[in-house]
């Protein structure tokens, strides 16, 4: 029994009968047993009944196959590692020669073509021999696997079948685990090397021609290097690494085998008929890297934390449904037939009496429970939960994947700040090179205009708003005059759900930011490309983050607090009476508009994210089969395929990673007005793991493989939004609920207050009438008594209670984060138990192997009488 070895860390075991097929030098899948030998060549093993005639064709196929299949050069043996893309028509042709001149002069072989559908576009591809790989894998300090296999658990085939997982009935999947270290020429022997062409796999040999690309230069000048900066000149069009064939295939995976890790990632990830199976993670890392790999994991365990959260949610709006008949407020409403309230505007709208909240103080019930306040304080233990153990995941990924002791190397500049500051240098202290120097002040100057141009356009945002709440002011009237009964008689929904769809709108609209974050960032020169993407990110969150909320805390803060009394109302412009809260609360508008809001941001940025590359490369497909024919696509090398598929975003996982932060926004900052938020999020997630899994295997070209640690800046994000969401939780359940009316009248007021049966008896018709005789919901004297509208003892009590229960939630949620962040270790103990050990082993084995081959050398000179000396060695 073969294995193909070679893996980093974790290795996939691929046997023979189930084998994928290596891109070059090899033959497809046959019944007889096949060898690969150290030799890049093609050496082909024949079987006893295999006849002479039969050989030289099995040779004659594989040549033609491959080159025609745009994986290798013509000569069907060096593969393709990276591939750049240009025009003839481009007027930076002395550049790109210079370029492509010192390509070869780092030892890289090249081969140019021109397309199937398009002479003016030109295809040079690119292949790193062994020699250049071995070179440069050992300055990138690149991990690979050495000589000495781990023990694995020999009793793991007697556990049971995990239903969700493919490795039991898919041997391509299946890891085998082995020591690492950093590669080195001198201890090349060291290593696992099986066969030269699979040592190092196809992300790392395009994450080496990579690094190789961006250290060539294209002029004379220590600046003038980089492909980034012949990209963004024009020299070339694109960029990227190939895809590893077709992720279609006429036999499954199960039963035949992978052709290629795009057949299997398509059938074991991408395909919508395995949403219910774990993702295969050190496959995605295999074949799209570690930074990508990590934004899959922490997706994915975001995910599976959001079933707890979900159920608990669902568990609280059944709790509130379960008790609906016996909630006394709700009850007392519906009976509250004698109780008129002032008409909710002044012209078309009547009087209302207290019963015609009735459904909407049901309703209300099934959100504002007595478990919401107990859900509020889950859900903030919950994130802190979350974050505390993917500490604790992502250290385990990244002692799996070798990222533990990897730690990026220092950044280059960007060319935008050397050309800014190219003038006036300084010597850099960790490198001892000079650089541009941006002086203090230039520096802070340029963060301050870029800081105010922030503050403009979340007020542009709050500008927004306000217009929403003017359409909610005017547009009740006309609500309350319409000729349909249903809205005649609902005004106050009806305004509630246009507003919010409006403000959905809005939201869409007020998306361009994106430009504006573009200018700002660039305004303020950062130095580095990473200190670009983090100011990017923060203010493109920043943006998006007033953009979607800035009308949710209008509702539950603002809403009816600031209305007036009656004959004493506030107006706008001296004309329309401000919006007043539904006499059953604030809690239903706010409720209503997390539900609408969250359910079509996720659809719509669904519809988008899969509909838009679907759309333009249907297009394109459209395009070749009306100038070449139907079945062109078919004959087209991989090279061109790839080609007419739609790049990665430009600001790469930016994207995916922000709908996912402002989703974990509206699950846990107002997560006690909308327990069905978790629910609604983990559907959701389950959809946007599988869809973008196809849209990453099948609808991207495949970008380029690069490592990172951690998910960077979107962890303190999350923890901001971690710490924010304690806050407008006690504030909602203090201000925009009625828990705590209800908890002060049932324990002061109430009929059996004070007997040990506080919360008994009624709400409405004891002490606390005062809620509803003035016609309007507020704690005032009726107009007939000594100081109308003057606020009762009650008001008081209340007011007490809110900020006391405001400041004792939020000591209590925060000291019980504290705790838990102090009792989960980052870094779990088998962890740094099995580091240690692995460290100690790796030092012990290499000190081993090294005396081992020093005294096969001593023996080897003595056999062949050739010793000088007797020192050891």
């Known amino acids: 029994m073969c294995c193909w070895i070679g893996r980093r860390q974790r290795t996939a075991a691929v046997c023979p009968e189930r084998r994928m097929t290596p891109l070059c030098s090899t033959l497809p899948p046959t019944g007889a047993q096949q060898k690969t030998t150290a030799s890049p060549t093609l050496v082909i093993q024949r079987s006893e009944t295999s006849s002479p005639p039969f050989f030289f064709t099995a040779i004659s196929f594989i040549a033609v196959r491959n080159k025609s299949s745009g994986l290798c050069f013509t000569d069907g043996k060096r593969r393709i590692d990276y591939i750049l893309v240009y025009r003839k028509s481009s007027t930076q042709t002395e550049k790109r020669e210079i370029f492509e001149r010192n390509i070869r002069a780092e030892g890289l072989h090249m081969e140019k073509e021109a397309s199937l559908t398009n002479s003016d576009v030109i295809f040079l591809k690119l292949h790193a021999p062994w020699d250049v790989l071995c070179r440069y894998a050992e300055l990138m300090n690149i991990r690979m696997p050495f000589r000495m296999e781990k023990r694995i658990n020999k009793f793991r085939g007697f556990l049971p079948r995990k239903p969700m997982k493919f490795t039991a009935s898919l041997p391509d999947l299946e890891e085998g685990e082995s020591f690492t270290a950093p590669f080195s020429r001198s201890r090349i022997h060291h290593f696992i090397i099986h066969n030269k062409d699979s040592f190092f796999n196809n992300a790392t040999r395009s994450r080496i021609v990579h690094h190789i690309l961006q250290r060539v230069k294209y002029e004379e000048g220590k600046n003038k290097m980089g492909l980034n900066r012949l990209l963004n000149n024009n020299s070339y069009e694109a960029a990227f690494p190939l895809h590893e064939g077709s992720y279609h295939s006429k036999h499954p995976v199960r039963t035949h085998g992978a052709d290629n890790q795009r057949h299997l990632l398509y059938e074991c990830w991408a395909w919508w008929g395995v949403w219910y199976k774990y993702q295969p993670l050190d496959l995605i890392r295999r074949y799209f890297g570690e930074k990508i790999g990590l934004y899959f994991a922490w997706l994915g365990w975001y995910t599976g934390m959001l079933f707890p959260a979900a159920l608990v949610g669902l568990l609280v709006f059944l709790y509130g449904l379960f008790t609906l008949e016996h909630c006394q407020v709700s009850k007392e409403l519906c009976e509250a037939t004698d109780i008129v309230m002032c008409p909710i505007c002044d012209q078309y709208c009547p009087y209302l009496r207290l019963s015609d909240s009735c459904i909407y103080a049901k309703v209300t019930h099934l959100f504002d429970n007595g478990a919401t306040v107990f859900f509020a304080v889950f859900m903030a233990v919950w994130a802190t939960v979350f974050l505390e153990f993917w500490k604790r995941r992502r250290a385990v990924l990244a002692y799996d994947w070798d990222l533990a002791d990897w730690e990026e190397e220092e950044e280059e500049i960007r060319p935008q700040f050397e050309a800014k500051y190219s003038k006036k240098e300084r010597m850099n202290p960790i490198s001892g090179k000079p650089e541009p120097y941006q002086a203090f002040t230039d520096k802070y100057s ?206 790469g996982l930016f994207d995916e990673y922000l709908e996912m932060i402002l989703q974990f926004g509206f699950i846990t900052i107002f997560v006690a007005a909308f327990p069905l938020a978790p629910l609604l999020a983990l559907l959701n997630n389950i959809i946007e793991i599988r869809l973008d899994a196809y849209k990453f295997v099948t609808q991207w070209r495949r970008p380029l493989p690069s490592q990172d640690k951690d998910i960077g800046i979107w962890y303190d994000i999350l923890e901001g939004i971690g710490i924010l969401a304690v806050i407008t939780n006690a504030f909602v359940i203090a201000v925009t609920s009625d828990f705590i009316p209800r908890m002060v009248y049932a324990y002061k007021y109430g009929p059996c207050a004070g007997q040990g049966r506080a919360g008994e008896g009624s709400v409405i018709s004891g002490g606390f009438s005062c809620l509803f005789l003035g016609r309007y919901r507020d704690y005032r004297e009726p107009p007939d008594s000594a100081e109308p509208y003057s606020y009762t003892l009650q008001f008081w009590h209340v007011l007490a209670a809110r900020l006391a229960f405001i400041i004792v939630f939020e000591h209590m949620v925060f000291a019980i984060k504290t705790l838990i962040a102090y009792l989960i270790p980052d870094l779990p103990k088998d962890l740094r138990d099995r580091m240690r050990r692995e460290k100690y082993l790796i030092q012990e084995m290499m000190y081993e192997a090294e005396l081992e081959r020093l005294q096969k050398e001593k023996n080897e000179r003595r056999r062949r009488g050739k010793a000088q000396n007797k020192e050891w060695p």
């Not at 359409?471 to 005004?491: D, E, M, Q």
């Not at 329309?576 to 940025?605: A, R, Y």
Request: net charge positive; with cysteine.
């Open 446 to 651: 340029r963060l301050v205009v870029s800081t105010s141009g922030i503050f403009f356009m979340i007020l542009v945002v709050i500008a927004a708003v306000s217009g929403i709440v003017i359409y909610r002011v005017i547009t009740v009237s006309t609500f309350a005059a319409f000729g349909w009964a249903l809205i005649r008689n609902n005004s106050q929904v009806a305004t509630t759900g246009t507003a919010v769809c409006i403000n959905f709108c809005v939201i869409m609209l007020l998306n361009l930011y994106e430009k504006v974050a573009l200018l700002l960032t660039n305004l303020e020169q950062p130095r580095t490309e990473s200190e670009w993407e983090n100011s990017f990110t923060l203010k493109m969150f920043l943006f998006q983050f007033v953009n979607i909320n800035s009308s949710t805390f209008y509702i539950a803060f603002f809403l009816g607090r600031f209305t007036g009394r009656p004959g004493a109302y506030l107006r706008l412009i001296n004309r329309w009476k401000l919006e007043e809260c539904h006499p059953s609360g604030c809690l239903f508008d706010l409720c209503l508009q997390m539900g609408i809001i969250m359910v079509l941001k996720q659809t719509w940025n669904n519809v988008i994210e899969l509909g838009a590359p679907i759309l333009q490369n249907w297009w394109t497909r459209q395009s070749l089969r009306k100038d070449h024919g139907p079945s062109a696509k078919a004959s087209f090398p991989q090279w061109e395929r790839d080609y007419n598929l739609q790049p990665m975003n430009a600001y």
